[in-house]
């Protein structure tokens, strides 16, 4: 099993600029998450999908950042136009749901994005 | 707002202690806790997870849950220099995501 895959690892762009963060979750989890990760707000949850649907997205900061999953193989994080403040680590993980309780989260290495 | 909360630390033990971590959540409908790890500049590892109340032993590792008082604790026996990370404790119910605290440091001197 290869996990959680992000990609890419490392972004640096200018203010202003598109951004695209991009997620495939582990193979038969339904559940996928994205996070955002900064020393003064610690893991922030942006979003997250179930079987591809939307559930809530109620940690979106603000309508410069969009989620999509198109299939359940694959993710993207938005944000147009990116920010300094937008500067963080973004996590995508993925889950399995038991007993109809979302189960243990498995993390991607994450995305640093850094944004001039 | 369902909160999560952790001391941030850092909590600093010698090597061969005991190493104790709390947490204390909002939201009496949680049913799911689990203990992350996450080392400088990695991502969150699951170390540990606890449905019921009471301790549940994993090696080194016993998570202990107290319903009652909304508490969770992680006790890290013979602490090894290894284990200096942020561990995150985080809880779920029923049908929602997880919600993380702000993780607590620890740094184990040899």
């Known amino acids: 099993d290869a996990g959680v895959i992000q990609s890419p690892r490392h972004e640096v762009t200018e203010m202003g600029q598109e951004v695209t963060l991009r997620c495939k979750p582990i193979?038969?989890?339904?559940?996928l998450f994205w996070y955002r990760q900064t020393m003064m707000r610690g893991l922030e949850l942006l979003i997250y999908f179930n079987n591809n649907v939307p559930i809530d997205d109620s940690g979106m900061p603000e309508d410069r950042f969009s989620a999509k999953m198109p299939n359940a193989s694959f993710s993207t994080l938005k944000i147009q136009p990116s920010e300094p403040r937008d500067s963080a680590v973004y996590f995508c993980a993925s889950s399995f749901t038991s007993g109809g309780i979302v189960d243990e989260q498995f993390f991607g290495p994450g995305t640093r994005l850094t944004v001039l | 707002q369902k909160e999560v909360e952790q001391n941030s630390g850092p909590l600093s033990v010698p090597e061969g202690a005991i190493a104790s971590l709390n947490c204390t959540y909002s939201d009496r409908g949680s049913q799911s806790f689990f203990w992350y790890r996450q080392y400088s500049g990695k991502s969150p590892e699951l170390i540990m997870s606890?449905?019921?109340?009471g301790d549940k032993e994993d090696g080194r590792f016993t998570a202990q849950l107290n319903k009652a008082s909304q508490y969770v604790s992680l006790l890290i026996r013979d602490s090894q220099p290894s284990d200096s990370a942020t561990y995150l404790c985080?809880?779920?119910?029923?049908?929602?995501?997880?919600?993380f605290g702000k993780g607590t440091t620890l740094s184990v001197s040899s």
């Open positions: 193979s038969g989890h339904d559940y």
């Open positions: 985080a809880v779920n119910q029923a049908g929602t995501a997880l919600i």
């Open positions: 606890i449905y019921s109340n």
